[in-house]
């Protein structure tokens, strides 16, 4: 155990603590993690090496092997410009002397039991007992602070660094994953496809928005996917697709009675990812000129939502011929007829794209209808 000085707070009967932690006790004690997907994970960090005016002196080999990616974290890749920025702040603060360079708080969390004695009975100062096992303690506010501190430790020498730190014990997963989304979604503006992937486990309970966050992951992680890498998860990375207006079309089929009710429902929800991989596969080859071409739209987010919201048709169709709804020879078949009736050149971008309208609900009306006429009026 480490002993520090602390004041026990109580608010709304949450108790938590106000610390003061060294430096070396920080960079030893505090973990660092970014929310991050499988075999195919998102580095922990965002940026190029040597960006900005000033080249850095931050040893990123390093400092990266310090943190982890897990689909159970739910920080943000560690931005390294920010990091560049705090340690030369550090710098120049211990250099001129006249500054602290970090007066403020940070937020953590304790894995573990903390213990607190109070100097008195009944007095809320005291000595403040943590688990002195590396990694025990998380940081839910203030992590590149904190990044950047572990990088200048060793520039410190055997001068005394505190740093004061509001510590909880033990707070449960989703009220950690809680504050940190109330702390950083307006101040610091977490964007909407990092909130897409906190919600429906580790913000709150909702089967619909995990399945669908479930669907958008197989579209752009599987292999077979004709949507591999094509999507930006969390916001970031090489794909043109957004995340949570993907996953929100998903959402609202899903919480619909769209692919039909009670158990049918239930069974369609756990056998989503594959229909609607094998679903996107028929697309790809049935438009193959419009999917791999430079020149077509079929690949953006108002086309692929389009094909999303026509999927109950879809299945309508496999159930009346009492097929296996991810069936994928039966989902070509009930969707061939987009093929002769709507065709590659209506993806064109400066053609059919252009002339006959890009909306949402305009393609879904053409490819409803193609499903309802299939040898046309």
Same mark, same amino acid.
């Given at each position: 155990?480490?002993?520090?000085?602390?004041?026990?707070?109580?608010?709304?009967?949450?108790?938590?603590?106000?610390?003061?932690?060294?430096?070396?006790?920080?960079?030893?004690?505090?973990?660092?993690?970014?929310?991050?997907?499988?075999?195919?994970?998102?580095?922990?960090?965002?940026?190029?090496?040597?960006?900005?005016?000033?080249?850095?002196?931050? *040893?990123?080999?390093?400092?990266?092997?310090?943190?982890?990616?897990?689909?159970?974290?739910?920080?943000?890749?560690?931005?390294?410009?920010?990091?560049?920025?705090?340690?030369?702040?550090?710098?120049?603060?211990?250099?001129?002397?006249?500054?602290?360079?970090?007066?403020?708080?940070?937020?953590?969390?304790?894995?573990?039991?903390?213990?607190?004695?109070?100097?008195? @009975?009944?007095?809320?100062?005291?000595?403040?007992?943590?688990?002195?096992? @590396?990694?025990?303690?998380?940081?839910?506010?203030?992590?590149?602070?904190?990044?950047?501190?572990?990088?200048?430790?060793?520039?410190?020498?055997?001068?005394?660094?505190?740093?004061?730190?509001?510590?909880?014990?033990?707070?449960?997963?989703?009220?950690?994953?809680?504050?940190?989304? $109330?702390? *950083?979604?307006?101040?610091?503006?977490?964007?909407?496809?990092?909130?897409?992937?906190?919600?429906?486990?580790?913000?709150?309970?909702?089967?619909?928005?995990?399945?669908?966050?479930?669907?958008?992951?197989?579209?752009?992680?599987?292999?077979?996917?004709?949507?591999?890498?094509?999507?930006?998860?969390?916001?970031?990375?090489?794909?043109?697709?957004?995340?949570?207006?993907?996953?929100?079309?998903?959402?609202?089929?899903?919480?619909?009675?769209?692919?039909?009710?009670?158990?049918?429902?239930?069974?369609?929800?756990?056998?989503?990812?594959?229909?609607?991989?094998?679903?996107?596969?028929?697309?790809? $080859?049935?438009?193959? $000129?419009?999917? *791999?071409?430079?020149?077509?739209?079929?690949? $953006?987010?108002?086309?692929?939502?389009?094909?999303?919201?026509?999927?109950?048709?879809?299945?309508?169709?496999?159930?009346? @011929?009492?097929?296996?709804?991810?069936?994928?020879?039966?989902?070509?078949?009930?969707?061939?007829?987009?093929?002769?009736?709507?065709?590659?050149?209506?993806?064109?971008?400066?053609?059919?794209?252009?002339?006959?309208?890009?909306?949402?609900?305009?393609?879904?009306?053409?490819?409803?209808?193609?499903?309802?006429?299939?040898?046309?009026?």
């Amino acid at each position: 155990m480490i002993h520090v000085a602390a004041i026990r707070m109580q608010q709304f009967g949450v108790s938590f603590y106000q610390a003061s932690l060294t430096a070396r006790d920080v960079s030893r004690l505090v973990r660092f993690e970014v929310l991050s997907y499988g075999e195919q994970r998102h580095p922990p960090v965002r940026g190029r090496k040597g960006q900005g005016p000033i080249r850095s002196k931050v *040893n990123w080999d390093l400092l990266e092997r310090r943190i982890a990616g897990s689909d159970r974290a739910y920080q943000r890749q560690i931005i390294r410009k920010k990091i560049d920025e705090l340690v030369q702040y550090y710098e120049q603060c211990r250099a001129a002397r006249n500054l602290p360079s970090i007066p403020g708080a940070v937020i953590i969390s304790s894995d573990e039991a903390l213990r607190f004695d109070p100097v008195g @009975e009944g007095s809320n100062l005291g000595t403040l007992k943590v688990p002195e096992r @590396e990694g025990v303690l998380r940081a839910i506010d203030g992590q590149h602070r904190l990044l950047a501190l572990h990088h200048d430790l060793e520039q410190f020498g055997q001068e005394e660094f505190t740093v004061p730190a509001v510590i909880f014990d033990r707070l449960p997963e989703d009220h950690v994953v809680q504050m940190f989304v $109330t702390i *950083n979604a307006k101040h610091t503006r977490l964007n909407a496809s990092h909130l897409v992937s906190l919600s429906g486990r580790q913000l709150y309970a909702d089967p619909n928005l995990a399945a669908a966050h479930d669907i958008v992951r197989a579209l752009n992680d599987r292999d077979d996917s004709p949507l591999a890498g094509d999507i930006k998860l969390l916001g970031v990375g090489k794909g043109k697709v957004a995340q949570a207006p993907l996953a929100q079309e998903f959402k609202s089929l899903l919480a619909s009675e769209a692919f039909g009710s009670g158990r049918k429902g239930d069974d369609f929800r756990e056998d989503s990812k594959r229909f609607f991989v094998n679903y996107f596969k028929q697309i790809s $080859t049935l438009f193959a $000129t419009a999917w *791999n071409g430079r020149k077509y739209a079929i690949r $953006t987010a108002p086309a692929l939502r389009a094909f999303v919201r026509v999927a109950p048709d879809v299945v309508k169709r496999l159930d009346q @011929e009492r097929a296996d709804r991810a069936d994928f020879r039966m989902i070509g078949r009930v969707i061939a007829p987009w093929g002769r009736r709507i065709g590659d050149m209506r993806f064109e971008t400066d053609g059919g794209w252009k002339l006959r309208g890009s909306s949402i609900d305009q393609l879904a009306k053409e490819l409803r209808l193609a499903l309802q006429y299939p040898e046309g009026v």
